[in-house]
């Protein structure tokens, strides 16, 4: 249906899953959003690949585990073929494998299966304006994963003490994976403001991204378990 003029356009979602019963749940539940709609659907990787350029669509919603070919690898197929295309990987496996491999292949998020229908759309709506987004157990899995590969960074504890109680309060919040809406929201102020607080952060850090100040803030909580524990 053409858009009226003036009427906000609404995200196109693509939805790639080999189960017929988790298709139509996932579009009846896109259906439900009023600034988004189903551009079109596909059971495997190569006919998603198939359909997915005459669909219009701006997102692909995608199942990690598909029959044909591994959602990793048709994740790096859909960047490439289409670099306008966000994927957001949807699965039941919280595996750590599967998460960073969808990340290192170009997936702009990996939800769980599990996710409610707000978070779905809030992620929907960040892949879509090309914003990463992950639930907090991922955020969780890639931040201990990075915590076991990395070397210690050039930031400390004292860092750490320099943010305003606030800033302490955002930042754990941004570990839990919350976008800068839900901490609007749970804070009861503006985004702006909520955006203000992470540049600060972001400066007294010494950091240019969330995932680097998550990593400092879980970095800083695991000195001082340890220095609580002796």
């Keep these: 249906m053409p858009e009226e003029p003036g009427q ?8 790639c899953d080999d189960h017929v019963i988790v298709r139509e ?6 259906e439900t959003a009023g600034d988004m709609e189903v551009a079109g659907e596909a059971a495997g990787a190569t006919e998603t690949l198939e359909r997915l350029g005459p669909s219009g669509a701006q997102v692909v919603l995608m199942d990690i585990r598909l029959p044909d070919i591994d959602g990793v690898q048709a994740t790096a197929a859909i960047r490439e073929a289409f670099p306008d295309v ?9 595996d750590d494998d599967l998460i960073f491999g969808a990340i290192h292949a170009g997936a702009s998020g990996y939800l769980a299966k599990d996710v409610e229908p707000e978070r779905l759309f809030d992620a929907l709506r960040a892949v879509a304006s090309n914003k990463p987004i992950m639930s907090g157990e991922v955020v969780n899995r890639v931040i201990q994963r990075i915590l076991s590969s990395e070397a210690p960074a050039a ?4 860092a750490i003490d320099q943010l305003t109680p ?3 309060i955002i930042l754990g919040l941004l570990a839990e994976g919350m976008s800068n809406q839900a901490m ?12 203000s607080h992470l540049s600060n952060i972001f400066g007294k850090l010494g950091v240019h ?8 803030y879980m970095r800083a909580q695991q000195e001082a378990a340890k220095h609580t524990g002796t």
Excluded at 155 to 158: G, L, V
Excluded at 209 to 216: F, L
């Design 8 to 15: 906000q356009r609404r995200i196109r979602v693509f939805i």
């Design 25 to 30: 749940g996932l579009k009846r539940l896109i």
């Design 86 to 94: 966000r994927v957001l990987a949807l699965s039941t496996f919280m």
């Design 155 to 158: 930031a400390t504890p004292s």
């Design 166 to 168: 606030q800033e302490r």
């Design 184 to 195: 609007a929201d749970h804070l009861v102020v503006s985004v702006k403001t909520v955006k």
């Design 209 to 216: 991204t969330r995932s680097q100040a998550v990593v400092r």
